[in-house]
């Protein structure tokens, strides 16, 4: 009934044809477009055509399955060790059959032979090395537990949840900063500085981020000239145009160990919203644990509040 390969260079229209008839979801990208694909998968350097495998059925392309890996512990290349089925989409009359099952298998298939050991469903860091922009929202949060069609196909094929990340959204129209002595204090003993399309960490940041439109907010202290905090801001696009907002996804916030608890983070972040604001934004994600108790009370007292999880899955390889 359907026939399978693997990805060839005239395919995108098609891909972007059938993503663009997927039905409308909060954390799916749409419409698409071939130059929003190329830019976001296909150019990727380390995109291989073996592991996107292409559906078709009477030569029309009917689904495809995109298999992937993270980066090794130095962040300079690949791990095949371990890898993840980043997405399954089929066209919307064939979620009643077995083909999503079927993709599934031939990118667990790819997987293995590169020598994968264990497998993932969805991305999440450290293996979002696609879709950032297209599915989820601030970060590959594995997959939504609002997308019933791609939880299901995970779900049914073995794969166990390991995890849940709790996607929390805070609107910069009414939002007011916090006002009290410990702010106050915080304020007089630092510097707010902006840092435009700030420098990637590494190899792999640089291959996920480095294209992004980010911005970095810092907390400088006076007495010691060093950076006590920071944090990360990237413009989640094509995503947030879906939504028909400008939206700024928190993705690197970092608080020295000394000044943790101290106010620090509270004020960095509220400098940080009213400049985004001033730019445009008007609304914020962010993505944590369900575990991390601590962060999630800190983006509750900021008024975060949740509006989606993503569903961590695994399975060992046989």
């Known amino acids: 009934m359907f026939s399978f390969r693997p990805f060839r260079n005239s395919d995108p229209p098609r891909i972007a044809h059938l993503w663009s008839?997927?039905?409308?979801?909060?954390?799916?990208?749409?419409?698409?477009?071939?130059?929003?694909?190329?830019?976001?998968?296909?150019?990727?350097?380390?995109?291989?055509?073996?592991?996107?495998?292409?559906?078709?059925?009477?030569?029309?392309?009917?689904?495809f399955a995109h298999a992937g890996f993270g980066p090794n512990d130095a962040r300079t290349?690949?791990?095949?060790?371990?890898?993840?089925?980043?997405?399954?989409m089929i066209r919307e009359e064939f979620w009643g059959t077995d083909l999503a099952d079927q993709l599934l298998a031939r990118s667990e298939a790819y997987l293995r032979s590169r020598g994968a050991k264990v497998l993932y469903g969805?991305?999440?860091?450290?293996?979002?090395?696609?879709?950032?922009?297209?599915?989820?929202?601030?970060?590959?949060?594995?997959?939504?537990?609002?997308?019933?069609?791609?939880?299901?196909?995970?779900?049914?094929n073995s794969y166990r949840e390991r995890g849940r990340v709790t996607i929390m959204q805070r609107d910069l129209v009414r939002f007011r900063p916090m006002v009290n002595r410990e702010q106050r204090r915080v304020a007089r003993e630092v510097n707010f500085e902006t840092q435009y399309a700030p420098p990637t960490k590494d190899w792999w940041s640089t291959s996920v981020y480095g294209s992004l439109e980010r911005i970095r907010f810092l907390l400088r202290g006076r007495r010691q000239d060093k950076v006590i905090a920071s944090a990360t801001f990237w413009d989640i696009e094509p995503l947030a145009s879906s939504w028909g907002l400008r939206v700024a996804g928190l993705y690197d916030l970092w608080v020295e160990d000394t000044h943790r608890r101290q106010g620090f983070g509270t004020y960095l972040l509220s400098e940080a919203f009213k400049e985004l604001h001033k730019r445009g934004i008007s609304m914020i994600e962010a993505q944590t644990m369900l575990t991390n108790a601590p962060a999630i009370e800190f983006y509750q007292k900021l008024g975060f509040a949740p509006i989606d999880h993503g569903l961590v899955y695994r399975r060992e390889a046989r």
């Open 77 to 88: 290349g690949l791990d095949t060790s371990m890898g993840t089925t980043y997405m399954v």
């Open 122 to 156: 969805g991305g999440i860091s450290p293996l979002n090395g696609f879709y950032l922009g297209l599915y989820g929202g601030s970060e590959l949060p594995g997959i939504l537990l609002s997308d019933a069609h791609r939880r299901e196909v995970f779900a049914r």
């Open 21 to 63: 008839c997927q039905p409308p979801q909060r954390g799916l990208a749409l419409p698409m477009s071939t130059g929003v694909l190329e830019m976001c998968l296909f150019s990727k350097h380390y995109f291989d055509p073996q592991g996107f495998i292409v559906a078709e059925k009477d030569n029309d392309m009917v689904g």
